[in-house]
Every structure is written in C-alpha cells, then in structure tokens.
T-cell receptor, first 115, second 110 residues
Framework: NAGVTQTPKFQVLKTGQSMTLQCAQDMNHNSMYWYRQDPGMGLRLIYYSASEGTTDKGEVPNGYNVSRLNKREFSLRLESAAPSQTSVYFC??????????????FGEGSRLTVL | GENVEQHPSTLSVQEGDSAVIKCTYSDSASNYFPWYKQELGKRPQLIIDIRSNVGEKKDQRIAVTLNKTAKHFSLHITETQPEDSAVYFCATQGAQKLVFGQGTRLTINP
C-alpha cells in the first residue's frame, strides 16, 4: 500500500517547455487534488477532482491543466512553463470531497524549477 | 470564498514550554478543522482534527480548541520537544475542498 505516489520528484525546465506531473493513489479514494507550496504562501489549491470524470479550478489554476485519467490517476500539465511556476507541487487524495470527509493524504512532493 | 488566517507565521519556544497557534476562518458552514505538520523536506501529515460538534480534542501533548461563534480554532502543544520543530498548517473544510492557512514555522530551542 504505497498511498499517494507522484513523479517526478525533481524537474528543471526552461521557460516555455511543457511537462506533466503524474499522481496515482491506491486507497480507492474518490477525490484528488493538486497543490503548490511556495515560501510563506502555505498550500494553494491549483485544481481538484471531486470524483472520477470531474475536475474543477482551485485558487491558482492559471497556466495549468489537469486530467483525471481514471479513479487512481490525476495528472497536472504545464503547457508553457514560466519562472513563476517554480514551486513544490503536492498531489493529495481523500475518500470524498464533501463536508463530512476526513483526512487528506499527500504525496511526497515534486520540486519544479523553471529557468 | 473561504479564507483562513493563521498566526503567528513563526514561533520560537524553549524546549518544555507550550506553543499555541491560532487560526480564524470566514466560512460559517465549515464543519471540519484539521491540523497538518510538515517536517523539513517532507509531506504534510495530519496530526489532529476536530469537528464542529466538539469544542476541544486532545491527543497526548497536542490539543485543538474550537470556537465556532467567533470562528477561530487553535492548536496547543505542551511540553514541547525538539521533534516538534516543523511547519504547522491549519485548514477548514469548504464545500468541496480544504482551505489551508499560510503556515507557522515552529522552532523548539534546546
């Protein structure tokens, strides 16, 4: 039982390049999330998928796209990377999205640097 | 939309003393209030949570108190130890997502 697994752990891009961060969970969770973490800014939600087949914007969606490939997998794509997207990205999952749901489980994080 | 304010942003205490971190929130419909701990270079992990039908919850040296009327909740760590040094995040449950505070960097001085 690996929990939430995200790849790659580290990536360096040049401005304008594209890349996809992959995330998979093996806990049979319905809801999945992508956050970014910047110094002093806490965890900001980029996109989330409350259930398979749905995706919604979070606080900071500009410059990103997501795909809920199936119940297990939720990918984050940067089409044209910018230095402002240098950050640590966390994928997370939980049983459900609603108000009666508990713990959010995080992946180990992906450190992205855009030059 | 939902908003969570957390303070202080940094906190330094002597080993053995207590630490208190406070959060205020705006969404009166919030009913779930977790606290996450993030050690350096690691992922955030849940350490304690409280639901809106409870005013206080304890787990060994940590406790969380909730005041729904005033819309604030606090994390209390007693008898602090070096391994308590980390960044702590509060969060509230919005309609479909958790909204996090900005984090508090807690340093325990020997």
């Amino acid at each position: 039982n690996a929990g939430v697994t995200q790849t790659p752990k580290f990536q360096v891009l040049k401005t304008g390049q594209s890349m996809t961060l992959q995330c998979a969970q093996d806990m049979n969770h319905n809801s999945m999330y992508w956050y970014r973490q910047d110094p002093g800014m806490g965890l900001r939600l980029i996109y989330y998928s409350a259930s398979e087949g749905t995706t919604d914007k979070g606080e900071v969606p500009n410059g990103y796209n997501v795909s809920r490939l199936n119940k297990r997998e939720f990918s984050l794509r940067l089409e044209s990377a910018a230095p402002s997207q240098t950050s640590v990205y966390f994928c997370a999952s939980r049983q459900n999205a609603g108000r009666n749901t508990g713990e959010l489980f995080f992946g180990e994080g992906s450190r992205l640097t855009v030059l | 939309g939902e908003n969570v304010e957390q303070h202080p942003s940094t906190l330094s205490v002597q080993e053995g003393d207590s630490a208190v971190i406070k959060c205020t929130y705006s969404d009166s419909a919030s009913n779930y209030f977790p606290w996450y701990k993030q050690e350096l270079g690691k992922r955030p992990q849940l350490i304690i949570d409280i639901r809106s039908n409870v005013g206080e919850k304890k787990d060994q040296r940590i406790a969380v108190t909730l005041n729904k009327t005033a819309k604030h909740f606090s994390l209390h760590i007693t008898e602090t130890q070096p391994e308590d040094s980390a960044v702590y995040f509060c969060a509230t449950q919005g309609a479909q997502k958790l909204v996090f505070g900005q984090g508090t960097r807690l340093t325990i001085n020997p």
